[in-house]
C-alpha cells in the first residue's frame, strides 16, 4: 500500500531554496511514477513536476529552470529541489503517485496522494 508523507515545507524568504521530501511508508515508490502538485489558498490544484519509473521529468512553465525533482528508489523518496523561490510559489505542496504509464500531469491521473507541506515564501 502506498503511504505518501511530505516534509521539507516552511518559511523562506524570496530568493532563497527549500528541499521538499516525499517518503513512502509502503516502500513501494520505485514502482510509481511520482509527481509534485501545489494549491495556494483559493485557487485549483496544479501541477509542478514529475519524474517517471525510468527517471524521465516534466515540469510546469512556471517552475522550469528553477525547480528540479528527482528519486532515491532505494530510499523510497522522491524531492523537489526549489531554488530561486518567488511569493507567486506559496502554497501546499503534494506528492502524489500514479500507476499509469509515463508521467501523471494531472489531478486526475493520480492514485495516491500525500497530506501536503506548506511553503511560505516571502518578499
Known amino acids: 500500500q502506498v503511504q505518501l508523507v511530505e516534509s521539507g515545507g516552511g518559511l523562506v524568504q524570496a530568493g532563497g531554496s527549500l528541499r521538499l521530501s516525499c517518503a513512502d511508508a509502503g516502500r513501494t515508490v520505485s514502482w510509481y511514477a511520482m509527481s509534485w502538485f501545489r494549491q495556494a489558498p483559493g485557487k485549483e490544484r496544479e501541477f509542478v513536476a514529475a519524474v517517471g519509473s525510468g527517471g524521465s521529468t516534466g515540469y510546469a512553465d512556471s517552475v522550469k529552470g528553477r525547480f528540479t525533482i528527482s528519486r532515491d528508489n532505494a530510499k523510497n523518496t522522491v524531492y523537489l529541489r526549489m531554488n530561486s523561490l518567488e511569493p507567486e510559489d506559496t502554497a501546499v505542496y503534494y506528492c502524489?503517485?500514479?500507476?499509469?504509464?509515463?508521467?501523471?500531469?494531472?489531478?486526475?491521473?493520480?492514485?495516491?496522494w500525500g497530506k501536503g507541506t506548506l511553503v511560505t515564501v516571502s518578499s
Open positions: 502524489a503517485a500514479t500507476a499509469r504509464y509515463g508521467l501523471g500531469y494531472s489531478v486526475n491521473d493520480m492514485d495516491y
